[in-house]
């Protein structure tokens, strides 16, 4: 039942089209059937959906197609162009008081992630340079409180903590504490409420009014369905939101509440969870969001991921070598160290078009196993080895297996493969010499 | 026509909230068996009202039409239903339609009420548990969806009904998760097997076989660490604390439930797919049915998926957590 890849439906819908020149009524009116499902299959709002498709619709009907688009690709182009803009079109960030402390105050629905965010968001601004004072203001949920100071033991931030008193004399004094002591920001963790119980919405009226925040972030479960737009509606209309924070983004929901929301109410997405880990909390960018929504991969994200992780000297470094010596396993093992530091290679995967949501990835993980072998048969090689694999005959393979608590197989199969990619990089090198970098790295594990 | 439906809903808001508290303060009465069906409905008030209201509006004094059909499949995809389940859903009715000739907008309504109590009827089961001591209950799900809360409740009905009942702490990763379920422990009054946080899951679960098969319980209930359902390694690992179990206690567990939340949309069966090849899943828990989340997920799951939902979550309470029943669901639905 998964709609999968939105950008290939759509290649495969208008195939059947033979239209040339400009897009038509019919072709965009196909194209956007599919377009619609893609958006409810991921929890856009309705009203939102049906807006945004009269919106491309308009926009795309009689529009030239370009020589070097498809017609499919035209209308993705455009829808992608649309959704972005729908959705902020750039990322805002955190505003900061002039004259700090900066209060944050973190609210939502029950069990939407609050409190591992709010330890997230002082981790994060506390790499910025900052001085972040967490506060346990959640005094309902049974452990919460305990919850925030193993957070806060585990990032090395204090946590203001009263037990539980009146969350509205937490804040309060929590505010002077922080003030006492130094701290720029201070980040209110607040308790799980719907946004229909009043008395505990007035609570943090009464919070809002005590500690005049600078920022009052929902935080929102991307899996929400269609609600997500009344609670975000309510909550703004009741303490006037500044922010969310989309979390659980590491599953596989396609996050439409994101979309929703923004477009309804117009608060702005300001950050993104995506790991369980405290480092996991990235600025929001709504470009890669609308590619997400699609289901069109985010390639950007991994272009970035790579560009930060490379040693941008190594790589030069390692191309004239390459272009001098060819490619050999030493190489090839401090490749493969770059590669890890990008990250968890089942991220990376997802990130790329097409391969997030292909029904065969789904729940499949790159093997990163099968990578610590490939690097326990290198390291088990003489320097000798490594520099001519060619002189590695059988002795050789049988003493490297045992080395590396691998199969003679393991290590003919590491040797064939290794000897395909420097057949492959010989005619990269040769054909484009200054190929960019990043193609190096992919055909490596194509 | 259904945009404005939409906005005179919202408009509506404020007073709803007002009802709302009025209806939460009456729950704070002690519980009889009358009134479980009452505190059904209540929880649903915010479901009935946006649901069903908005299905009333429509269908009143309208004539069956594409326009008509059109809406009613808006309404049922802001609640979750989801589009393939609505597909079924409005073809069905259209089926009715031309077999009855009938023209009256309010037909549909009755007849989407049959339709729906068919589905959800068609895969309605109660919490099964055995006589042999221990039955097992293990308690899955995505973070935050509400396993503990629920484990909480659970373990107060169970041990009202007069069962001796063990809580085994199997979230040994979410910072706290441990401290959490032993309040609820010690509020409801049953016995817990703790580790340390960040210790082996797998250990805890044969640790709770173990104890109360010693301890002579009744049942015991296994909580886990919430995990997304796309996560490979943390699936396995979920696998294994399964098979830990069933290897002790030398047979199939009695439930294996899921835990999702109301508001959680389609993405609800992804959870429910992914987890299941996992663990076997017996049923679902759906938690939070007292938002404004209309909680049509629980269709789409029916359909799709053929799962049975269990329990249901309607309040904040530890006496708010219900068998599900399809007829009593729909009713208050449509009460």
Known sequence: MSFGNLASRLQETMKKLKSRGKLTEKDVDVALREVRLALLEADVHYKVVKDFVN?????AIGHEV????????????I??????????????KIALASKPPTVIMMVGLQGAGKTTTSGKLARLLHSQGHRPLLVAADVYRPAAIKQLMVLGEQINIPVFEMGEDDPVVIAKTAFQHGMSHGNDVIILDTAGRLHIDTELMDELKNIRKETQPHEI????DAMTGQDAVNVAQSFNEQLGLDGAILTKLDGDARGGAALS????????????AISEKMDGLEVFHPDRMASRILGMGDMLSLIEKAEASFDQNKAKELSDKLQKDGFTLEDFQEQLE????MGPLNQLVGMMPGMGNLKQLQGMEVDESHLKRIEAIIRSMTVEERRHPEIIAGSRRKRIARGSGTRVQDVNRLLKQFEQTRQMMKQFTSIDK????GKKLFSLFQ | MGWKNIFSHREKTETDVELQTEEIEEIAEPISKSGLFARLKQGLTKTREGFVGKVEQLVRGRKIDDELFEELEEILIQADVGVPTTMMLTERLRLRVSESKSTEGNQIQVWLKEEIVQLLQANNETLVLSDQKPAGIMVVGVNGAGKTTTIGKLAHRLSNEGAKVLLGAGDTFRAAAIEQLRVWADRVGVDIIAHNSGSDPAAVAFDTVAAARARDCNVFILDTAGRLQTKTNLMAELGKVHRVVIRELGRELDEVLLVVDATTGQNALSQAKLFSESV?????VLTKLDGTAKGGIILALAHELKLPVKLIGVGETYTDLQDFDAKEFAQALFA
């Open chain 1, 66 to 77: 370009l020589n070097s688009l498809s017609p499919a690709q035209q209308v993705i182009k």
């Open chain 1, 79 to 92: 829808v992608d162009q649309e959704l972005a803009a729908l959705m902020g079109g750039t990322q805002s």
């Open chain 1, 217 to 220: 972030l929902l935080v929102v």
């Open chain 2, 280 to 284: 076997p899943l017996t049923g679902i």
């Open chain 1, 261 to 272: 929301i923004k477009s309804v109410t117009g608060i702005p997405i300001k950050y993104v």
């Open chain 1, 55 to 59: 919106t491309v619709k308009s926009r």
């Open chain 1, 434 to 437: 200054k190929s960019k970098k």
């Open chain 1, 338 to 341: 770059q590669v890890k530091k």
